[in-house]
């Protein structure tokens, strides 16, 4: 089973249908296609110029879709790049973000692309960021 498809099951398990949007491709700081490099667990995908795939990525500023009230981020050390992209919506609409951060990046620097918001550790390197005004 592909990532979508697991994603749409446990959508549907949650009853979610209808609030979730899934789409299959990648988010990013600028539009292209690039690698993506499948591991072990589906849950640890990843852009990677050792890919084994090829992946659409977008930029979530110039995507057509509704205004979000949450992100949630879990793009394994991609995570500056998915907040450039997402600027302006994060500037205008301030959803909470729900944030996983990898390793060579820190949380620190995914604040400094979150300004006005304020970070509570959930575990480890989940992190919930809300807007302070």
């Known amino acids: 089973m592909g990532n979508v498809e697991w994603l ?3 959508v549907a398990i949650n009853r979610f249908e209808g609030r979730v949007m899934i789409e299959p491709y990648a988010l990013g700081r600028t539009a292209g ?3 993506f490099r499948h591991e072990v667990s589906r849950m ?23 205004l979000p009230d949450v992100i949630k981020i879990d793009v ?3 995570e500056l790049d998915v907040l450039a992209g997402a600027a302006k919506i994060i500037q205008s609409r301030r959803p909470v973000v729900f944030l996983e951060v990898h390793a060579p990046i820190t949380v620190a620097d995914c604040m400094d692309a979150l300004p006005r918001y304020q970070t509570r550790r959930l575990d480890g390197t989940r992190f919930v960021c809300h807007p302070v005004d």
């Open 8 to 10: 749409s099951r446990h």
């Open 33 to 35: 296609e690039s690698y």
């Open 44 to 66: 640890e995908g990843r852009l990677d110029l050792a890919g084994d795939s090829i992946a659409t990525v977008h930029v979530a500023d110039d995507l057509e879709l509704p």
């Open 76 to 78: 394994e050390g991609a």
